[in-house]
């Protein structure tokens, strides 16, 4: 009795073992599966209907007749083998189409969902008890604890590494059993099947170990710089960091000499946005024919190609304060450094610039490639914003002699169609103020639409944070005011708690660094300005005082608000430059 006993739950407890297995294989797969698309679609269309495909394919392998075990764990070995590939060209191919949430529905019914189907499946087939636990475990997912475990241990197995080690553990538990079948059977035909169960593997090492049938994608096995054979793009670099594939590219100058296509620029992208860059070759122009900047190579740059970063830098011209009116403001704080265009800019004014980056690819990149100075480690922070600031606002309050205030912040996080919600709450503009100078400014980039609850909010906010705000569009060409209410657009809000009303001085040729890009932006300022009205369709009484509206850490739905524009966003990255560009990292 006690023998029938302990082997019902050493079966029990394989069988619970074995659930586990599967639902960590399913989340590790998910897992890889979504980092590698999200260059492609972007975090938010990504993620829409990710969870909904896999709680469908659970259901489905749960309530639909099974296969043996045998042919179940040979179809998922070659699925998951065959996933870095099926991923990208599915993935490219639903891209295509341009559209923000059947695009990444469709890779995932293809790719994402037959794996999860047949790996339920096996958990059903190894205790057909236990699907109230295969739910649960698949439901539950555990890809926010292996996102943990990877950020502790510093762990960044590429993906085309976790795949090929999911791949092979069912391959070889298949192999394991043919070989045992064919000892344990006199058929005929129990030889042929030894042999054809090595075939898996051989299919591993030709998919893997020839350069041509590699992984398409470059970030994990990129020899550097990359040309491509059917555009002329050009990759000088490719790693997967902190907040995604960052890429620096260049689209070249066409061979044909057809002028009238995108060319002669340097991108830095991160996943599916582009967080900058700058004109090259035939593009680079400077007023008065003055040397140009260059990166760690030499290579000439040219003014930026997105002139928000342009805009940010009217911070300096702010003159309503006696700080400002003396040209005082020496100290400058970059949080988001993207390509380093204002820090740059800062820095070349003679400001001593303190640059707060989450992503050490980003700062490498912005050094490296768009001539970012060095503003000496010391002014170096790779970390999130929120808990530094936090903590230099206790050393403020504690009286720090070390310490010194900003007069000039730069805040500009926005990436993949939108903000890191928790950079936006009053809590996080309240420690800002600490450390900022009381006749301090500063500049908050936002791109969405001109009306949208996200973009009032965010007004809403940072009134009540600091007091007065003035906003301005970076367009740099006239449109009408209907269009300016429906253009996904770049605002720049300038804020500041000095209780006198914000001026801007006229800018100056000292101001513009040699670029026509400035003298145009800055030259134009009045006409950019953009009414609190525009924003929020209310009086600034009735906006200052909108409690509704203001983002606070306990009650925060700016990612929710901003996630019909991330759709926006996708779309809008998709006709600035070629398919190929969002396709080649």
């Known amino acids: 009795m006690s023998t029938q006993s302990e082997s019902a739950t050493w079966t029990s407890a394989r069988s619970s073992l074995s659930i586990l297995a599967v639902s960590l294989g399913i989340s590790l797969f998910t897992t890889a599966y979504e980092s590698s698309v999200i260059p492609l679609f972007s975090s938010v269309p990504t993620l829409k209907y990710l969870d909904r495909v896999v709680h469908a394919s659970t259901a489905l392998a749960v309530i639909t007749p099974k296969l043996s075990n045998s042919k179940i764990l040979l179809i998922i070995g070659s699925l998951v083998l065959l996933a870095p590939h099926t991923s990208y060209?599915?993935?490219?191919?639903?891209?295509?189409?341009?559209?923000?949430?059947?695009?990444?529905?469709?890779?995932?019914?293809?790719?994402?969902?037959?794996?999860?189907?047949?790996?339920?499946?096996?958990?059903?087939?190894?205790d057909p008890r236990l699907s109230l636990i295969v739910l649960a475990a698949n439901a539950l997912q555990l890809r926010p604890l292996l996102a943990l475990i990877s950020s502790l241990f510093s762990l960044d197995a590429s993906n085309d590494v976790t795949l090929i080690g999911l791949g092979c553990v069912p391959l070889t538990v298949y192999g394991w059993m043919q070989v045992n079948a064919g000892r344990s059977s006199s058929h005929p035909n129990a030889r042929s099947k030894v042999a054809l169960?090595?075939?898996?593997?051989?299919?591993?090492?030709?998919?893997?170990?020839?350069?041509?049938?590699?992984?398409?994608?470059?970030?994990?096995?990129?020899?550097?710089?990359?040309?491509?054979?059917?555009?002329?793009?050009?990759?000088?670099?490719?790693?997967?960091?902190?907040?995604?594939?960052?890429?620096?590219?260049?689209?070249l100058s066409p061979v044909d000499g057809n002028s009238a296509s995108l060319h002669s620029l340097r991108y830095l992208r991160v996943s599916h946005s582009l967080l900058g860059g700058v004109w090259i070759g035939s593009e680079v122009a400077t007023l008065d024919n003055a040397p140009p900047l260059t990166d760690s190579e030499g290579t000439p740059l040219g003014d930026s190609i997105y002139s928000a970063f342009v805009l940010q830098e009217a911070a300096r011209l702010v003159n309503s304060t006696a700080l400002g009116e003396k040209g005082d403001g020496n100290h400058a704080l970059i949080i988001?450094?993207?390509?380093?265009?204002?820090?740059?800019?800062?820095?070349?004014?003679?400001?001593?610039?303190?640059?707060?980056?989450?992503?050490?690819?980003?700062?490498?990149?912005?050094?490296?490639?768009?001539?970012?100075?060095?503003?000496?480690?010391?002014?170096?922070?790779?970390?999130?914003?929120?808990?530094?600031?936090?903590?230099?606002?206790?050393?403020?309050?504690?009286?720090?002699?070390?310490?010194?205030k900003y007069e000039t912040v730069v805040h500009d996080c926005f990436s993949g169609g939108g903000v890191p919600e928790h950079l936006f709450s009053i809590e996080f503009w309240n420690d800002l103020k600490t450390i900022l100078?009381?006749?301090?400014?500063?500049?908050?980039?936002?791109?969405?639409?001109?009306?949208?609850?996200?973009?009032?909010?965010?007004?809403?906010?940072?009134?009540?944070?600091?007091?007065?705000?003035r906003v301005f569009h970076d367009l740099v060409e006239s449109i009408s005011e209907e269009q300016l209410h429906s253009h996904f657009i770049n605002m720049v809000f300038f804020c500041s708690p000095s209780p006198i009303p914000l001026t801007f001085r006229p800018s100056v040729e000292g101001d513009y660094l040699h670029s026509y890009l400035r003298r145009y932006i800055l030259s134009s300022l009045e006409k950019r300005e953009i009414h609190h009205s525009q924003v929020t369709g209310s009086s600034i009484w009735s906006v200052a005082t909108d409690e509704t509206f203001v983002l606070t850490d306990a009650n925060n739905t700016l990612n929710k608000w901003q996630e019909e524009e991330a759709f926006e966003h996708w779309k809008v990255m998709r006709e600035i430059v070629p398919d190929v560009v969002w396709e080649t990292y």
């Open 437 to 469: 100078s009381p006749e301090g400014v500063v500049a908050v980039n936002f791109a969405g639409k001109l009306a949208s609850d996200s973009s009032r909010a965010i007004l809403v906010t940072l009134l009540q944070a600091f007091g007065q705000c």
């Open 197 to 251: 169960s090595v075939i898996p593997l051989v299919l591993t090492a030709v998919l893997y170990l020839n350069p041509i049938l590699r992984s398409p994608t470059l970030v994990d096995s990129m020899v550097t710089p990359y040309n491509s054979m059917t555009y002329p793009l050009r990759i000088l670099n490719s790693t997967r960091s902190k907040t995604g594939v960052v890429v620096v590219g260049e689209i």
């Open 89 to 126: 060209w599915v993935g490219v191919h639903a891209a295509r189409f341009r559209d923000p949430i059947y695009s990444p529905l469709a890779a995932h019914a293809l790719v994402l969902a037959p794996v999860v189907y047949f790996a339920v499946s096996l958990a059903m087939s190894i």
């Open 336 to 404: 988001g450094l993207g390509a380093g265009i204002s820090a740059n800019a800062f820095a070349r004014h003679g400001m001593e610039t303190t640059i707060l980056e989450i992503d050490p690819a980003v700062y490498d990149a912005a050094r490296q490639y768009f001539g970012l100075l060095d503003p000496g480690s010391n002014n170096v922070f790779l970390q999130d914003a929120r808990g530094w600031v936090r903590r230099r606002r206790a050393m403020v309050e504690a009286e720090d002699a070390s310490t010194v």
